[in-house]
């Protein structure tokens, strides 16, 4: 577990997402499925908080109110298909749903229904119900900002704020996952561990080739949980 944490935190550091879509397959495979997505919308949640301590200021409120918005209506209904559903059929659902996002991300698809107030509400929606069931809200909201415009440097500090809101409110939703002291303290320093060290690798990789290795676990991880879940 402490060295998915570090990957996880790693990858979220060099390349602005990633900690959920590498972590949650994973975890979803060690920890069982609800518990491993209750797993990482804590360690997303912390993550986006550190992150976002030093980008407050470039954080857009004005466009995020309909994200948030649109989130908090639809985690009630990913927190109800993950306490619903069976095991096998969940770890079937999370595997399938990290592929696709992780697909999704790397295909830059452009869709002009994604823009506006009306593509913020829809992202909003789609990320706060994936972001519940299966810990991978991030890139709806990704496949918004590539439709808005969005810089990489308007995306991140909005991404961070946007990330904290929404772990909250899963985590609300569902509660947190049943782990003992040592188990957390271990993902604590893990997630210390694993923002340093993305820290220093970041210095010489550039974010493009860093997203693409990022994405790339992530389909390789929802693959294999897909396929556990199909098993069983």
Do not use: D
């Amino acid at each position: 577990m402490f060295g998915i944490v570090v990957v996880g935190a790693s990858v979220q550091r060099l390349a602005g997402i990633g900690f959920a879509l590498v972590g949650v397959p994973a975890m979803a495979l060690l920890l069982g499925p609800a518990e491993g997505v209750r797993l990482a919308n804590c360690g997303a949640l912390v993550i986006s908080a550190v992150g976002l301590a030093g980008t407050w200021g470039s954080v857009r409120p004005g466009a995020m109110i309909p994200l948030v918005v649109a989130a908090a209506a639809a985690v009630p209904a990913g927190a109800w298909v993950s306490r619903t559903l069976p095991e096998p059929a969940l770890l079937a659902v999370t595997g399938a749903l990290v592929s696709a996002a992780a697909l999704l991300v790397m295909s830059g698809l452009r869709v002009r229904s994604l823009r506006g107030r009306g593509g913020a509400l829809a992202a909003g929606a789609a990320s706060g119900f994936l972001n519940a069931s299966a810990g991978v809200g991030g890139p709806a909201v990704s496949l918004y900002a590539v439709n808005a415009g969005w810089t990489v440097r308007e995306f991140v500090p909005n991404a961070q704020f946007y990330g904290v809101v929404v772990n909250v409110f899963s985590i609300a939703a569902k509660g947190l996952p049943q782990l003992g002291g040592p188990t957390w303290a271990l993902v604590g320093v893990g997630i210390a561990a694993g923002l340093a060290i993305g820290s220093i690798v970041a210095r010489h990789v550039p974010e493009r080739p860093a997203r693409w290795i990022v994405l790339s676990l992530a389909l390789a991880g929802g693959l294999t949980t897909l396929a556990k879940g199909l098993w069983g």
